[in-house]
Structures are given as structure tokens and as C-alpha cells.
DNA sequence: CTCGACTCCTGCTGGC
DNA sequence: TGCCAGCAGGAGTCGA
């Protein structure tokens, strides 16, 4: 799924292709994904002139000329496919029956395309998402951030407002390993499996070490170390794993630098010399995969 | 309060 | 070559 970085990234692309555009058709081709459609959404989204986005941890906002504003969230499997009307679907990544001929003609529909927006400008947007595990909903354009999704939610990790003080805070009294509480989204908004391991490794904290013990010289580490890995992923335009495309269609290449994920036995970085690490770890810390060199991180 | 387990779904990979 | 178990980027809910 994607992370901090790949929605960012993912909204950029929908910014370029939708603000100032009026939707002219709004398809629901299913009554929801992870919760139902809010009533009427492809009504209340026909006719509706595109201001902008913003984006508020993983979840994408889109904001309506005088409408309630459009939450999007990705979940694990969702994307973005975007072309303009009569030319062929942007190739999209890792799936065989998406990638257009060089005709682009007898394409078989996108599968699991579960909502289309049609622009007068003459673009048309798919939201992609096999595992069903994405959502949207409208939040009042002038509350948004009350939304139950967004209300509880820690600070964005890229802002100035997120420092070693307010990580420290926030980290203060769980007793829960530290992998855990940097993945609990009212801590800090926007990491995922992936930069939660990547920030780790860099700040060399063990992702099992109780988030109480991490106050100090380590949060001082952590907080820039989590700045880092997001910025740059952000920059190399997303890490892109199996079926993440950015919304224009280009694929991000973050994930030729991961540091410890999915790198298993592996020599990390840091260690010194050929032979000096004891090679990347895996453990299940909650029911996902952690990756972490136990020599470095402590 | 806080935490871990469970759950929703489909698709791909790797081992046999 | 084919089959199938296991695993995957999220996160709300429930029970302890």
C-alpha cells in the first residue's frame, strides 16, 4: 500500500490532470469498497468543478467548487489510472491485461475499477483497487479535518511542527514496541510497513525496543530520520511494489534503495566491511514483517 | 486506557 | 507444468 510517499506522489498526478476541471460523468460500478459510497456520491460529484487537493497522512482530499470535499484512501492495492478519453490507458505496472498494445486498440477493461470520473476537458480517471480495502467518503469542505477518518489523526511527519518534542510526547507511557507505535497513525500521520523499517534503520533504533525507552538521543535520530527516507522517497517519485502506478502512469523507483525491506539476509549498509553484518533480519512484530539489521540497530 | 488478534479482499510468489 | 499455502503496502473493531 502505498505510504506517505506514494499518495503524495499519487495526488501530484491528480493535481496536474484534474484541478480547474469540471467533472462531466461520475461512475460507481460497485456500492463501496471498504465501507459503502456515501448516498448519492456519483451524483453529488457530476457537474462539480475541481479546486484542488491536498493530502492528510495517506488520505488524498479533493476539493469541489462548493461541494463537501472528496476523501481518498488507497488502501493496500489502490491506484490511479489516467488517460485522456480516446487514447489508450497509460501502461500500468506488473499487470498483464492493463499494459496497452502499441495500437492501443481491443484493450480489455481495467479490472477492479470500482469508480470513473469522465472531465469536460476530455480526461478520464479510474480508481483501481483489487483488494477492496480503500475508501472514500465527503468531509465539509470547512471541517475537513473533523472527518472521523482524519479527526484522530498525529501530526504530518514533513512538517516543521513535527519535532523531537512532539514525537517524544507522543511516545511517552506506550509500552508498545516502537515498529508498532510508529505505524499507529495518531502518533505521527502517514508511515507504513515499509518507511517505518526504513526510518529505523537509519536512526539504527531496534524496531523492538518499547516506545517509552525511545525519548532522548534516539528520538533526536528518529525525528530527522523520518523526515529523510519520506522526503527522498517523495522526490524519486514514490516507491512503486506491485501494483502501485502513479496517476500519470510513470512508476516511482524508490524501492531500488530500500535499506532493510523485503532485503532479508542481505548485508545492510552500515556494517562495516564484507563480512561485518550478520545480514538484514525479519521478525512479525502485530502480524506484519519487520526488516532490521540486528547488529545496527539497538 | 492500551494492546494484540482478527477481519475485510484479491493476486502473486515460491515451494513442492 | 500445476497447484496451493502463505504472504502482501492498511486500519477499524473487538475482547482481554
Not at 469541489?64 to 490507458?89: C, E, K, N
Not at 512538517?159 to 510526547?169: R, T
Request: hydrophobic fraction near 40%; charge should be neutral.
Amino acid at each position: 500500500m502505498p505510504e506517505l510517499p506514494e499518495v503524495e506522489t499519487v495526488m501530484r498526478g491528480l493535481d496536474a490532470v484534474l484541478t480547474g476541471e469540471v467533472i462531466r460523468t461520475a461512475e460507481t460500478r460497485r456500492d463501496g469498497l471498504r465501507w459503502p459510497f456515501p448516498n448519492g456520491m456519483a451524483a453529488a460529484l457530476q457537474g462539480a468543478r475541481v479546486e484542488g487537493f491536498r493530502r492528510r497522512g495517506k488520505y488524498m482530499l479533493m476539493r469541489l467548487a462548493d461541494r463537501p470535499t472528496l476523501l481518498i484512501h488507497l488502501g493496500m492495492s489502490g491506484r490511479m489510472v489516467a488517460r485522456r478519453l480516446g487514447a489508450p490507458p497509460v501502461p500500468s505496472l506488473g499487470r498483464q491485461g492493463a499494459a496497452s498494445d502499441a495500437r492501443g486498440h481491443n484493450n480489455p477493461p481495467e479490472a477492479h475499477e470500482h469508480v470513473v470520473l469522465e472531465t469536460e476537458g476530455g480526461w478520464r480517471v479510474g480508481f483501481v483497487d483489487p483488494r477492496r480495502f480503500g475508501c472514500m467518503d465527503f468531509a465539509p469542505r470547512e471541517a475537513e479535518d473533523s472527518h472521523p477518518l482524519l479527526a484522530g489523526m498525529g501530526p504530518e511527519p514533513l512538517e516543521e511542527a513535527f519535532d523531537v518534542a512532539v514525537l517524544e510526547a507522543a511516545l511517552a507511557g506506550r509500552r508498545t514496541p516502537i515498529k508498532a507505535a510508529l505505524l499507529d497513525q495518531r502518533i505521527v500521520a502517514g508511515l507504513g510497513n515499509i518507511y517505518v523499517c526504513e526510518a529505523l534503520f537509519r536512526a539504527e533504533i531496534a524496531p523492538t525496543r518499547l516506545a517509552t525507552t525511545v525519548p532522548g538521543p534516539d528520538a533526536a535520530r528518529l525525528v530527522p530520520a523520518i523526515k529523510a527516507v519520506l522526503a527522498e522517497a517523495i522526490a524519486a517519485g514514490g516507491s512503486s511494489l506491485r501494483d502501485y502506478v502513479r496517476a500519470d502512469g510513470e512508476v516511482g523507483f524508490f524501492q531500488e534503495r530500500f535499506d532493510v525491506y523485503d532485503r532479508e539476509g542481505q548485508p545492510c549498509r552500515l556494517c562495516p566491511g564484507p563480512d561485518g553484518c550478520p545480514g538484514i533480519a525479519r521478525l512479525v512484530q502485530s502480524g506484519r514483517s519487520t526488516f532490521y539489521c540486528p547488529q545496527t540497530q539497538r
